[in-house]
């Protein structure tokens, strides 16, 4: 396959399938039954015995990559009202003030992940509380048998990121066990079908005329993307889209959240990538020669992808419509994605399902295959 734009790709669910040969779509789509297994899974599992020892003076998550973004979302559904810390680390350290009285909650959907493993023995050691989530019969489930962590097995949708459900749920179970977030069995159970109505949305067979995926990506396909989200959730979502963006599209991203992207990213709507460059608005020179070549390229430049979260503060809301309008004044293209549902789980859950789709549907439609990632891949076997 060749690396270059064509939206008949798109076009039907049989084109789409076959640029798609990892199954990254089907993946995608299993977002809904992961959240209903895992739920189980969780219980399963005995996440309830957690509620014995009390509150955890911090919950401290431990994962990379697609798995290290559980802790996150577990982080923003939770909220700055939780009554303790939510942190996630994504190296091979613990840090210094972690100890006894927190849960160490390491999470590895192939369970064999180096960082996450360093961080899993340290706490182990310190004598943390543990909760371990991700591959049976792998070294993180031998570490929690050795260790006595409670464990909860998770199934692969086929990739880590691809399986963020599966891997967040048993965390939010436990966040609800420890009574530090209000996720009621009913809001599981919303989250799961409003994954499912985003699935049918952006369906393989919908045309690209009505299936909002597949517009924005070929909107996107060339630009630059700049992904803000206009609240913690929101912002969150955005970082997974620009990490799902490197990763299903091999394409770069930027991220950012309102209202600090507003205090440096908004500075690029007036250098190099602004669509056509834009000398005059810029203060640089008309022979400035970086200048010239993005005006000889009108068609390509920033793109911004805003994520709008329901619950916005007002001056936020007020800075991100207004730095929305300043990008469209200096010709740098906004698309919005609009959270979805009440609960902030549900809100999370609309955002990352529609940017999943998004950025698979680019992939495609520049004919790239999805699911393998060839650079990861070397980049670890370079190290070993
Ligand atoms: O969930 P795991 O298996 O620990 O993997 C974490 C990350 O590491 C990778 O496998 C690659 O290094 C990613 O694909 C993944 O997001």
């Given amino acids: 396959m060749s690396a270059a734009l064509d939206p008949s790709r798109l076009e039907d669910a049989e084109a789409v399938e076959a640029a798609d040969p990892g199954g990254m779509l089907r993946q995608v789509a299993s977002s809904a039954a992961q959240v209903r297994e895992a739920q189980r899974a969780a219980a399963e599992a005995g996440v309830a ?3 014995e020892d009390g509150r955890p003076r911090a919950v401290v998550v431990a994962g990379v990559g697609g798995s290290g973004i559980a802790g996150d979302v577990l982080a923003a559904v939770c909220g700055a009202g939780c009554a303790v810390p ?4 994504r190296g091979h350290r613990l840090p210094g003030w972690v100890g006894a009285a927190d849960l160490v909650i390491a999470v590895s959907c192939s369970g064999t992940t180096a960082e996450t493993l360093d961080v899993a023995a340290e706490a182990a050691r310190r004598g943390c509380r543990l909760m371990f989530v991700g591959a049976p ?29 599966g891997l967040t749920v048993p965390l939010v179970v436990a966040a609800r066990t420890l009574r530090l977030v209000d996720v009621p069995d009913a809001v599981l159970e919303s989250t799961a079908t409003l994954l499912e109505d985003v699935a049918h949305r952006c369906r393989p067979s919908s045309e690209p005329f009505v299936n909002p995926a597949k517009r924005i990506a070929l909107d996107l396909a060339g630009d630059v993307p700049l992904v803000w989200g206009t609240s913690p959730i929101a912002a969150t979502a955005a970082y997974r889209t620009a990490c799902q963006l490197n990763e299903n599209a091999k394409y770069p991203a930027v991220s950012g959240e309102m209202p600090e992207a507003g205090h440096n990213q908004v500075a690029a709507f007036d250098g190099f990538f602004a669509r056509g460059g834009s000398p005059a608005d810029s203060g640089a020179s008309d022979d400035d020669h970086f200048f010239r070549d993005r005006a000889e390229d009108p068609e ?8 709008r979260d329901v619950d916005e503060h007002p001056r936020v809301r007020a800075r991100a419509e207004a730095a929305a ?4 004044d200096r010709g740098v293209v906004v698309t919005e994605i609009r959270a979805e549902g009440e609960h902030p789980l549900e809100r999370i859950a609309s955002l990352i399902a529609s ?9 495609i439609a520049l004919g790239v295959d999805p699911t393998p990632v060839p650079a990861i891949d070397e980049l670890k076997a370079r190290i070993t």
């Fill in 325 to 328: 309008a300043l990008a469209r």
């Fill in 49 to 51: 015995a957690l509620a």
């Fill in 300 to 307: 390509h430049g920033l793109h911004l992808l805003v994520l």
């Fill in 355 to 363: 940017a999943d789709y998004v950025t698979v549907y680019l992939a």
């Fill in 137 to 165: 019969e792998s070294p993180l489930a031998d570490l929690a048998d050795r260790s006595r962590a409670l464990f909860v097995p998770v199934r692969s949708a086929g990739q880590p990121r691809s399986t963020l459900w």
């Fill in 86 to 89: 939510v942190f996630t680390v």
